[in-house]
C-alpha cells in the first residue's frame, strides 16, 4: 500500500479565506522570482461553464450559460483549496468572428486590443464589461489569488480587414498566415532598429487595459516574433504605473519560431528586453529519450540562469494549453511526474485548469456539423486531447480523485519547501538505469532527494548514488512505494513505470 507524508504536510497549511475586501499590493514580479508562483492557466470562456444537459456543449439557446468573469467567482474557493496562488487568463479581449475557427471564434483571434470579449460579460447585472471582469479580479485578490492575462501574438482577419496597414505582407503583397491559424494575420511589427509605432500602440492599449482592470502580470503569446526593442519599451511603459506588473514570455530554450516570420528575437534578447521569464525546456519534456537527456537540459539550463547579471525564472510548463492531456498522452503516472517536478525543482509551479483532474479533453461533437454559429465556421473545431479554445464547451476537468489528491499535495510540499529549493544547492545524482533521474537540494543540513522512472511502461531496478549517505540518517519518506535499500552511499529502488520517490533526509547536506 501506498505510503506519504505529504498526507500529513497538509496539516501544516491553511488556505486563507478570509474573503472581506482587502488592499491589495501586486506581489506577482517579486513572488515569481522567488519561484513561489503557483499557476494555473484557465480558459475563462469555460472556467466555470454550465452545462445543463451535460453533452459538454454550451447552448446559450437552451439556458447553458458559458464561463464569464461574475460565474468564474464562484470557483475561486477551489483554487484556493487546490494551492494556486495566481490564475493566467487565456486571452479575454473581443476576438474575431470571420474565417473562424470553431463556433465561437478562438480565444487568440483578437479584433481589439482594448476592449474585453463580450462572451465573457454577464447580461444579468447592471455591471459594465469593465466593473465585471475587475470584480472577477478583485475575488481572486480577496482569496490571496494573483492574476495574469495572455497577450496573442496576432490579430483577428475580422482585425485585417479594418486595419491592412498594420499586418505584414509576403513577397505577393497577400497578408501573412502563421503556421496553420487561418483565422489571424502576423502583424507588421518593425525591426529591432524600428519597430512598428502603430502597432506598439495596440500592445499600448492593451497595457492600458490590464492596468485599469488591476491584473497582475501578463503572458506575452509567442514574442519572439516582434523586436527586442518593442518589448523593452512596452514593459518599461508598464512598469512606471505598477513595477510588480510580471511580463512572462511563451519562449523555450530550443528558441524555435513555429511563425513564419523574419523576426526572430532570442530568449536571451527578450530577458533582457525585460521579461521576468520564460518556458524552459520543459515543453520538449514529453520527447525526452531518458534520464542522461533530462538532466543535461536541467543543468544547462539553471547553470544559464545563475550566469545573469539579472534575476530570471521559469515555469514548470510540462503540458500548457498547447499541448496534449498529460493523462491522454502517457497516463496517471506521467500527470503526477508534471506535478512532483513542479514541486521539488526551483521553478515556477504551472498546470493547465483540467490536468490537475486528469481531464483528457476529448470532445464527442469534435469537428462535427454544428446546427448554429457565432462565426462563418459551421463546425466545432477541435485539437483532439487539447482543451477548447474554438467553442462554448464544458468546464474543463475530470473527477481522478487520485490525482487531484497528489496534486494538492504537491502544492502543499511546494508552498513549504520555497525557501530551501530556492537558497539550497542544487545537485544531479549519479544512477545506475538509463531511464531513472535523481537530484538533490541540500539546505541548513536537510536534503531534498528525488528520483523518477521515465520508464512509463515497465518496473524497473536501479542504484542512485548519495555520497556518505547510509540507513543511519533519518529520513522522511514524502512520496514512497516501496522503501529504497541504503547502503554506503547508495540507494537501491524497485520503481513503477513513471514513479517518483522523494524523500528527506534529516541532518544531511550534500
Known sequence: MKK??????????????????????????????????????????????????????????????????????????TMATYGVNTLLLMPINKIGKIKALGTAGSLYAISDFSKLNPQLVSKDTVLSDVEQAKKFIKEAHNRNIRVM???????????????PELFAKDKNGQAIVPDIWTDVRLFNAGTEEAYNKEVFALYKDFVDLML????????????????????????????????????????????VNVINTTVNTSTDKLLDAGFDGYYGFFG?????????????KLSSMMTNLKKRTD?????????????????????????????????????????????????NFVYS?????????????????????KIDIFNYSRRPGANNQILISEYVMSTQFKRY?????????FHILKTSHP??????????????????????????????????????????????????????????????PGEMQILIINDYEL
Open 365 to 385: 461533437w469534435g469537428n462535427k456539423k454544428a446546427e448554429q454559429s457565432e462565426t462563418d465556421d459551421m463546425q466545432y473545431f477541435v485539437n483532439r486531447g
Open 284 to 296: 520538449d519534456f514529453k520527447n525526452i529519450s531518458g534520464a542522461k537527456e533530462f538532466t543535461t
Open 212 to 255: 485599469e482592470l488591476e491584473v497582475d502580470g501578463i503572458r506575452a503569446s509567442v514574442p519572439s516574433i516582434k523586436p527586442a526593442s518593442f518589448w523593452k519599451d512596452l514593459i518599461s511603459y508598464s512598469r512606471k504605473f505598477d513595477s510588480q506588473m510580471l511580463w512572462l514570455a511563451q519562449a523555450s530554450d530550443s528558441g
Open 435 to 496: 531511464d531513472i533521474f535523481a537530484y538533490a537540494t541540500s539546505y541548513n543540513r536537510t536534503t531534498i532527494l528525488t528520483i523518477g522512472n521515465l520508464n512509463f511502461n515497465s518496473h524497473i531496478r536501479g542504484d542512485v548514488k548519495v555520497p556518505k549517505f547510509d540507513e543511519e540518517k533519518i529520513s522522511v519518506p514524502v512520496k514512497i512505494t516501496e522503501p529504497p535499500l541504503i547502503e554506503n552511499g547508495k540507494l537501491t529502488l524497485n520503481l513503477e
Open 4 to 77: 506519504t507524508a505529504a498526507l500529513l504536510l497538509g496539516l501544516l497549511f491553511t488556505v486563507n479565506s478570509a474573503f472581506a475586501d482587502r488592499v491589495w499590493i501586486n506581489d506577482l514580479r517579486t513572488r515569481f522570482l522567488n519561484n513561489s508562483a503557483i499557476i494555473m492557466e484557465i480558459n475563462p470562456r469555460s472556467f466555470n461553464a454550465q452545462d445543463t444537459d451535460g453533452d459538454g456543449l454550451i447552448k446559450k439557446s437552451e439556458g447553458d450559460e458559458p464561463g464569464t468573469f461574475l460565474n468564474g467567482i464562484s470557483r475561486l474557493d
Open 417 to 425: 519547501f520555497t525557501t530551501h529549493l530556492n537558497a539550497g544547492t
Open 149 to 163: 492575462v495572455d497577450l496573442p501574438a496576432c490579430g483577428a482577419y475580422d482585425f485585417y480587414m479594418k486595419r
Open 311 to 359: 534575476k530570471k525564472a521559469v515555469i514548470g510548463a510540462f503540458a500548457t494549453h498547447d499541448d496534449l492531456s498529460p493523462t491522454l498522452s502517457k497516463g496517471m503516472a506521467y500527470t503526477i511526474m508534471q506535478f512532483w517536478l513542479n514541486a521539488t525543482l526551483p521553478i515556477n509551479t504551472f498546470t493547465l485548469d483540467g490536468n490537475q483532474s486528469g481531464d
